[in-house]
């Protein structure tokens, strides 16, 4: 707990010395979801609310005002109530929030509208996470207009609203120690459900049978929900980039590609792989299989300090295509297939992504129109992939609706990369061989 107190310290004191004295940053806690009727949906806080504070509460509001004598970091909380507590559990109260949070004034939620329009007067700038939430972007609009209101009696509101996001976006992206151990814990226990998901697979079973082993071993292991909807595509199921019914039985013959990955302490994992339900390739899915993961090994080679964002995804396009004029599924020069996309019906999204609390996590990709160079301590995904749609005419038969995906996630270091999910089976004799002993268990 001491570990994660320094930690969020040490993030708050960082953001404060961005914002500047003479401006104020204001974040708000995600909200409560309905779900139906009087049942809501699982509370997941804001990442960047959480990031700043470790405070796990909705209704919530955190400020912070460099130079403030008072306490430059300011939370609007709950009060505790017995009765909810009874009901729902108790919250941390005015008292836990600066005992437990590291709290310099902590004020009831239900205060807020008399007292935030203080804490605006005369400051320059105003930070707030811009248009990700409309209803409390108008309550930070109308606190200012108060302010304004009383400009005769020399007060003055902020002149500037500027976005959070490119302060707080741009620490997230570089992954702290603290951080980078997290991932890890999230990467492992994903490495196991997937391993798991190979070893009890088998034909006639259904998609949400396996969904829920790994779902099983997720939460055995301390992690209580799942990074993002799973994907459990069997078959041409598998060629559905973003499907998520889970309900279709497991074919003999067909692959079955999970895309899956479990939260761990609100750090994401993200890990696809791409097997055969009765545990042995075919040749037609051998050779795809194989042409992917030739393409991820060339991109991961790319993860490169000072290599530039979109290397990975240039080293994957070039083995992908090459490959595809090999099996004859493309025809004629590589360097112009690859200019003129020729291999989008076939491989139609981008080789990776951020990751970290979010699992598409935050950062530009791009900085003055330039893709932005890769750094120690980002982490992104690697994920080349082929989709053979089942009613693709123009290709042979036996292609035809096979979906392959590799993802692993990948920590840039000082002198090169860190693969965080290679415990996870990816070639194909490793593969072949733990299903084998599966069966023979």
Sequence with gaps: MLEEQKEFARRRKQFLRMVGEGNIAIIASASIMQRNSDVEFPFR????????????????VIV?????????????????????????????GLEGAVK?????????????????????????RLYFPMGAQSEFDQQLMDWSQQVRGRSRAGVSAPAEFISSDHLLHEM????????IKQMKKAAKISVMAHKKAMQVTKPKMFEYQVD????????????????????????????????????????????????????????????????????????????LYQLVLDAQYAAIEQVQPGNHWNDPHEAAVKVLTKGLVKLGLLEGSVPTLIKNEAYKP???????????MDVHDVGDYKIDKQWRLLEPSMV?????????????????????????????????????????????????????SLMEKARGA
């Design 346 to 356: 076939y491989y139609m999204h981008r080789t990776g992504h951020w990751l970290g």
């Design 64 to 92: 912070f005002v460099p130079g403030r004598e008072q306490g430059e970091y300011v939370l609007f909380c709950r009060e505790f109530d017995e009765t909810t507590a009874l009901w729902v559990g108790a919250s941390a």
């Design 172 to 179: 997230r992206l570089i992954k702290s120690a603290f951080e």
């Design 380 to 432: 992104l995904t690697v994920e080349p992939g082929l989709y053979i749609q089942p009613n693709a005419k123009e290709v042979d038969k036996k292609w035809r609706g096979i979906g392959i995906r590799i993802e692993d996630d990948v920590l840039v270091t000082k002198k090169g990369y860190e693969v965080l999910t290679s415990g996870a089976p990816k070639e194909i004799n490793d593969i072949e």
């Design 100 to 124: 437990d949070y590291g709290v310099d004034d902590a004020f009831p939620i239900d205060d807020i509208d008399d007292i935030l329009p203080g804490l605006l007067e005369n400051k320059s």
């Design 45 to 60: 806080q804001n990442s960047d609310f959480f990031y700043l504070s470790g405070f796990d509460e909705p209704e919530s």
């Design 212 to 287: 829920a082993e790994m779902k099983h071993h997720f939460m055995s292991n301390g992690a209580q929900s799942e990074a993002y909807p799973s994907i459990v595509g069997g078959g041409k199921n598998g060629c559905v980039l973003h499907y998520t019914d889970n309900n279709a039985v497991l074919n003999d013959g067909d692959l079955l590609l999970i895309d899956a990955g479990c939260e761990w302490q609100k750090y994401a994992s993200d890990i696809t792989r791409t097997f055969p339900v009765n545990g042995v390739f075919s040749d037609a899915q051998k050779a």
